[in-house]
Nanobody, 127 residues
Framework: EVQLVESGGALVQAGGSLRLSCVVS????????IAWFRQAPGKERQGVSC???????TWYGGSVKGRFTMSTDNANTVYLQMDNLEPEDTPVYYC?????????????????????WGKGPQVTDSS
């Protein structure tokens, strides 16, 4: 069974930092590209970031560029380091996996076509 399990959600203040993790199991990690998405209630899912295994290239959505950093341990986990958090960063975050190669366009369009999804931790603005 394929599982993507996110963790790291917490109460944070605006300007704070948080790191989310996505642990992947049940698939060959190197065969899939992983991306982060977020979705606020009543809004469409938004692509946040993506990392391409083969070449290490990353993509970030415009609203998080320069504040968020995606990385991987190249084993089974991807991370999303979120710095200088803003109130609009509080949606539920999901990681998704798609058999490589993923396209940045697919991520930017909300990740339709991703093969697998996690269920998402919650980042809550406590300010």
């Amino acid at each position: 069974e394929v599982q993507l399990v996110e963790s790291g959600g917490a109460l944070v203040q605006a300007g704070g930092s948080l790191r989310l993790s996505c642990v992947v199991s049940g698939l060959t990690f190197d065969d899939y590209d992983i991306a982060w998405f977020r979705q606020a209630p009543g809004k469409e899912r938004q692509g946040v970031s993506c990392l391409i295994h083969d070449d290490g290239l990353t993509w970030y959505g415009g609203s998080v560029k320069g504040r968020f950093t995606m990385s991987t341990d190249n084993a089974n986990t991807v991370y999303l380091q979120m710095d200088n958090l803003e109130p609009e960063d509080t949606p539920v975050y999901y990681c998704g996996a798609q058999r490589a190669p993923i396209t940045f366009k697919a991520v930017a369009n909300g990740g339709f076509g991703m093969n697998y999804w996690g269920k998402g931790p919650q980042v809550t603005d406590s300010s």
